[in-house]
């Protein structure tokens, strides 16, 4: 399986996202590769400020970023080379099989709507969440507010 992360979405990105790859990494099985999507430099000095070698993962280049304020619909038409269009593209190429992104919740609404196109009867698609829960073990929140 290969799985894209945005690593230019959130509030402490890129050092929390680049963070949690390598977390990820370490714990998914040989047949897994993760994809940084992103600035390269600002990847790979991450990647090396960590210790972690940069062929450990694939690395797409994105040069632009859709900041957590910006319109969604305007930020994913206008800036094509920001790292959530960039991981819509290769999601819809066939390069990888998931997408993830903690960046701005809306260019994700609209890119998954536009570029990758829904199921047949899916009106919208549905955002979860990890929640703990009360013995220690966590379960998954589906639909939290977005529609």
């Keep these: 399986m290969n799985i894209g992360l945005d690593i230019m979405g959130g509030d402490f990105a890129p050092d929390s996202t ?14 897994c590769n993760i994809h940084l999507i992103g600035d390269e430099s600002i990847i790979r000095e991450n990647l090396k400020k960590s210790g972690v070698a940069s062929e450990a993962f694939s690395i ?6 859709i900041e957590m304020g910006e319109q969604p619909t305007k930020a994913i038409t206008k800036k094509t080379d920001s790292s959530i ?5 290769l999601l819809k190429e066939g390069v990888i099989d998931a997408f ?3 960046g ?6 609209v890119g998954a709507m536009y570029t990758v196109r829904s ?4 009106i919208r698609p549905g ?3 990890v929640i ?3 013995n220690g073990q966590v379960g998954l929140l589906l639909d939290v507010g977005t529609n």
């Design 18 to 31: 680049i963070k949690g790859a390598i977390l990820a990494n370490e714990s998914v099985s040989e047949e």
């Design 60 to 65: 797409h280049h994105a040069a632009q970023i």
């Design 85 to 89: 269009a960039v991981g819509f593209k």
């Design 100 to 102: 993830a992104s903690v």
């Design 104 to 109: 701005n919740t809306g260019a994700m609404l």
């Design 119 to 122: 199921i047949a009867g899916v």
């Design 127 to 129: 955002i979860t969440t």
């Design 132 to 134: 703990p829960k009360e």
